[in-house]
């Protein structure tokens, strides 16, 4: 296996030869982005919704009652900057909605959470991104009881009540993740709960006819979409499916599914492309287009991969999903941006150990635009290459920048000149 590459003075992106576009991330041309989510008044399809949604987050802006305390619209201006095309409101039915398994339902709690959609959806629409509301219950997917099923079917209905004129751009994702338990364990049970949920959302009318919904993998992984019943996909043009499998990243656990080190070894790399062939062998079956609801290319747990192994990860990841045109959303926003402070996080703390590991994030972010996959292996010769290049690019880019500042005093704007002055100033 390859050994952990070390820390030197460069980036991933500096040693790997990594081709960047000059945008942010995916470049528009890939097919996942470059549409606008600005309201639609037509039906958007599922296949369309795929190709529109390109990559964004998944948020906690409804998993606490806290979580939109500090909201401001700059932070959809922002993500929109850096190129952010969907948001995965991650939503805790368990504190909107229902409290308890044979509760019923909380209007006031209820109401709350609907407001909040409407201070967020009006902005992620202006911006064009496409919101995309999950439903979480962990007590629910574990006992799945009767009563859970019966309060899981009831609140998508009056969600869905309350938003079926929003606009198409908003989309429903039955299950945020359905891990260990009853409901995973019981494939019937999992078919009734979602075609339950899907026939409530769609008597509410509206929009809500001929929105995209998107199911929930019966066991995370693409591997398990083949459990859902076909009389639920049969003809549905305006049905999607959400997997995942790195939600919480890769790691260093030897023989495992996510197991990464270095820049990839071929067996590394064949595991991230098994499971797209998973997904796209279902959708080649039902038809139904995928997308990927959760991933992370840094370990969250374990804290095991280097700064480097998180990018190399991230760009190989990221160029296997632009392959297959399938869109994702990362875990977490947090993560990457300060929604306190309206600005992105330059350091975090990665890891659940007593020995987190202090990842770059913004170069986590770069690597994610990288237009070619990490080459295997690396070479002295190919990274000296690349070390030249980027000294020219370098030196152009420090050209345009004296540029501009001339140009900036010469037009009377000193403030101007002193931003490009202090963005250009190491850091």
């Known amino acids: 296996m390859p050994a952990p590459l070390r820390r030197t003075g460069f980036s991933l992106l500096r040693l790997l030869g990594l081709v960047l576009s000059p945008c942010h991330l995916l470049p528009a041309s890939s097919g996942i982005l470059g549409a606008s989510a600005s309201s639609s008044s037509a039906p958007i399809t599922a296949a369309d919704y795929q190709a529109r949604i390109g990559w964004g987050f998944d948020t906690d802006f409804f998993k606490s009652t806290t979580g939109l305390k500090k909201y401001d619209p700059k932070i959809m201006v922002d993500l929109k900057a850096k190129g952010v095309k969907n948001l995965r409101l991650r939503t805790r039915g368990d504190i909107f909605g229902f409290n308890s398994a044979t509760e019923v339902v909380d209007s006031a709690s209820l109401q709350e959470l609907v407001k909040g959609y409407r201070t967020v959806l009006p902005d992620m629409y202006a911006n064009g991104i496409f919101p995309i509301i ?6 629910s997917e574990v006992q799945a009881t009767d009563a859970q099923g019966d309060n899981f079917v009831e609140w998508w209905g009056k969600v869905a009540e309350e938003l079926k004129d929003e606009p198409y751009e908003l989309s429903f994702n039955l299950f945020t993740e359905i891990g260990d338990g009853n409901l995973k364990d019981d494939p019937a049970k999992y078919n009734d709960w979602t075609r339950r949920a899907i026939s409530a959302i769609r008597s509410t009318g509206g929009n809500n006819g001929n929105r995209v919904i998107i199911l929930g993998a019966p066991a995370k992984d693409a591997d398990s979409l083949s459990r859902i019943d076909a009389s639920i996909t049969t ?6 499916a959400e997997w ?21 070894s071929s067996e590394d790399r064949e595991r991230v492309n098994k499971v797209f062939r998973d997904a796209m062998a279902w959708t080649a079956s039902t038809d139904i287009p995928t997308w990927i609801g959760a991933w992370m290319p840094y370990d969250n747990i ?4 280097s700064q480097e192994e998180v990018e190399a990860f991230a760009c190989y990841f990221a160029s296997v999903a632009r392959d297959n045109h399938i869109p994702w959303s990362m875990n977490k926003l947090d993560n990457f941006y300060d929604v306190r402070q309206k600005s992105w996080v330059q350091t975090q703390d990665i890891g659940r150990s007593d020995a987190p590991v202090t990842l770059s994030m913004p170069p986590i972010l770069d690597a994610l635009q990288c237009s070619s996959a990490p080459p295997l292996p690396l070479t002295k010769s190919n990274a000296d290459i690349y070390l030249a290049q980027r000294r020219v690019e370098q030196s152009r880019a420090r050209s345009q920048d004296r540029h501009r500042i001339h140009r900036s005093f010469m037009i009377g704007d000193p403030a101007a000149a002193a931003a490009v002055t202090r963005a250009m100033e190491p850091e």
């Not at 003809?235 to 999607?240: A, R």
């Open 235 to 240: 003809g549905q043009q305006y049905l999607m």
């Open 302 to 305: 374990g804290a095991t991969l």
């Open 134 to 139: 999950s439903w979480i219950n962990d007590a």
């Open 244 to 264: 995942h499998l790195y939600a919480s990243g890769p790691n260093k656990q030897v023989d495992g599914q996510k197991y990464w080190a270095g820049t990839g």
